[in-house]
C-alpha cells in the first residue's frame, strides 16, 4: 500500500473512480448535501475529492490557502480527513461550518495567505510540530474575477508580475508546513489580455519548482461551462472567429512533491 493513500494495491482493480489519466474531464458538477454553487469561482468538488483521496490518508490533515466556498472543506469532511482553510474573505464561512456541524476538526481562518502571519494562525490550529500531508492552492487567476475589494486581495494586483510575487510568498510561507516527501496541488489557469495569451498556469507552476518541490503531473481539466456562460457561448465563438486566438476550454492541477 501506497504510504500517503489508503488505496488497497491487492484490490487495485477496484478503484475505478481515481481518476489516473492526466487529462480529466468532468461533465457534471458532483452533487451533495454541502456544495451550494453559490461561490462565484468555486471548483468542482471532484477536484479536491480526487486530490484527497489519491494523496491522504483518514485522519490526515489538508490545508486549503484559497478555501472560497470551502469545497475542499466539505470534501475532507466526506473523506474524514481534517482540514484547515484560509480565505481573506470570510462571506461563507460560517454556512461552511454549520453544514459541517459544526465539526471541531474543521478550522476556517479569515486572512491573508501572503502574510507571514497566517501561517502562525495556521500552527496555532495544528498539534504541537504536526505538519500537514497535502496543501491545495486555487488562487484567483490573477484578476479575472474580483473577489473583494481589498487591495492584498490576489484578484485586485494590478500587474500579472505583481501578482506572481505576490503568490510566490504564499508557496514559500507555507513550504514549512508540509510533511516532507507529501503532496502541494495548484489549480490554475492562463489568462489572455491585451491580445496576448499569458500562461499564469505555467508562470506559478516554476515558482513551485523554483521554491524547493519536485513537479509530479500537470493535468489538465476541462473548464465547466456555467449557465451563465452558455448563453454568452455565441457571442464568445463569433469573437473568436473574428480575431485569431482559441477559447479557455482547459485549466490545469499541478501536483507537486515536497
Ligand atoms: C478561485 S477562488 C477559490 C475557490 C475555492 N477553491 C472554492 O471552491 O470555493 C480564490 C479565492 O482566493 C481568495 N483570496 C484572494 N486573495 C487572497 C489572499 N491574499 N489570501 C487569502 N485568500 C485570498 C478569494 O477571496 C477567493 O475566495
Same mark, same amino acid.
Given at each position: 500500500?501506497?504510504?500517503?493513500?489508503?488505496?488497497?494495491?491487492?484490490?487495485?482493480?477496484?478503484? #475505478?473512480?481515481?481518476?489516473?489519466?492526466?487529462?480529466?474531464?468532468?461533465?457534471?458538477?458532483?452533487?451533495?448535501?454541502?456544495?451550494?454553487?453559490?461561490?462565484?469561482?468555486?471548483?468542482?468538488?471532484?477536484?479536491?475529492?480526487?486530490?484527497?483521496?489519491?494523496?491522504?490518508?483518514?485522519?490526515?490533515?489538508?490545508?486549503?490557502?484559497?478555501?472560497?466556498?470551502?469545497?475542499?472543506?466539505?470534501?475532507?469532511?466526506?473523506?474524514?480527513?481534517?482540514?484547515?482553510?484560509?480565505?481573506?474573505?470570510?462571506?461563507?464561512?460560517?454556512?461552511?461550518?454549520? !453544514?459541517?456541524?459544526?465539526?471541531?476538526?474543521?478550522?476556517?481562518?479569515?486572512?491573508?495567505?501572503?502574510?507571514?502571519?497566517?501561517?502562525? !494562525?495556521?500552527?496555532?490550529?495544528?498539534?504541537?510540530?504536526?505538519?500537514?500531508?497535502?496543501?491545495?492552492?486555487?488562487?484567483?487567476?490573477?484578476?479575472?474575477?474580483?473577489?473583494?475589494?481589498?487591495?492584498?486581495?490576489?484578484?485586485?494586483?494590478?500587474?500579472?508580475?505583481?501578482?506572481?510575487?505576490?503568490?510566490?510568498?504564499?508557496?514559500?510561507?507555507?513550504? #514549512?508546513?508540509?510533511?516532507?516527501?507529501?503532496?502541494?496541488?495548484?489549480?490554475?489557469?492562463?489568462?489572455?489580455?491585451?491580445?496576448?495569451?499569458?500562461?499564469?498556469?505555467?508562470?506559478?507552476?516554476?515558482?513551485?519548482?523554483?521554491?524547493?518541490?519536485?513537479?509530479?503531473?500537470?493535468?489538465? !481539466?476541462?473548464?465547466?461551462?456555467?449557465?451563465?456562460?452558455?448563453?454568452?457561448?455565441?457571442?464568445?465563438?463569433?469573437?473568436?472567429?473574428?480575431?485569431?486566438?482559441?477559447?479557455?476550454?482547459?485549466?490545469?492541477?499541478?501536483?507537486?512533491?515536497?
Amino acid at each position: 500500500m501506497p504510504k500517503f493513500n489508503d488505496i488497497d494495491l491487492k484490490k487495485w482493480k477496484e478503484y #475505478e473512480d481515481i481518476e489516473l489519466s492526466s487529462l480529466w474531464i468532468i461533465e457534471n458538477r458532483k452533487k451533495n448535501t454541502y456544495h451550494s454553487n453559490q461561490y462565484h469561482g468555486n471548483f468542482v468538488p471532484q477536484i479536491p475529492e480526487q486530490l484527497i483521496k489519491r494523496f491522504t490518508k483518514k485522519g490526515e490533515l489538508v490545508i486549503d490557502f484559497f478555501v472560497g466556498g470551502g469545497t475542499s472543506i466539505y470534501e475532507a469532511y466526506e473523506l474524514k480527513r481534517r482540514a484547515i482553510g484560509v480565505d481573506i474573505n470570510n462571506d461563507m464561512f460560517g454556512d461552511i461550518l454549520n !453544514k459541517i456541524n459544526n465539526d471541531e476538526k474543521y478550522k476556517l481562518i479569515q486572512a491573508d495567505s501572503t502574510e507571514p502571519s497566517t501561517i502562525k !494562525k495556521i500552527k496555532k490550529e495544528m498539534d504541537f510540530n504536526e505538519k500537514a500531508q497535502l496543501l491545495i492552492f486555487h488562487p484567483p487567476y490573477h484578476n479575472i474575477i474580483k473577489f473583494t475589494d481589498m487591495n492584498t486581495d490576489l484578484s485586485n494586483l494590478k500587474s500579472i508580475e505583481e501578482f506572481l510575487v505576490e503568490f510566490e510568498k504564499v508557496i514559500v510561507n507555507s513550504f #514549512e508546513l508540509l510533511e516532507n516527501k507529501r503532496y502541494a496541488a495548484l489549480i490554475m489557469g492562463d489568462i489572455y489580455q491585451d491580445s496576448v495569451w499569458h500562461p499564469l498556469g505555467f508562470q506559478t507552476m516554476n515558482l513551485f519548482i523554483k521554491n524547493g518541490y519536485t513537479l509530479k503531473s500537470i493535468i489538465v !481539466k476541462n473548464i465547466d461551462e456555467t449557465k451563465g456562460k452558455r448563453g454568452q457561448r455565441s457571442i464568445w465563438r463569433y469573437r473568436a472567429l473574428s480575431s485569431d486566438y482559441y477559447l479557455f476550454g482547459h485549466e490545469y492541477i499541478f501536483i507537486f512533491k515536497k
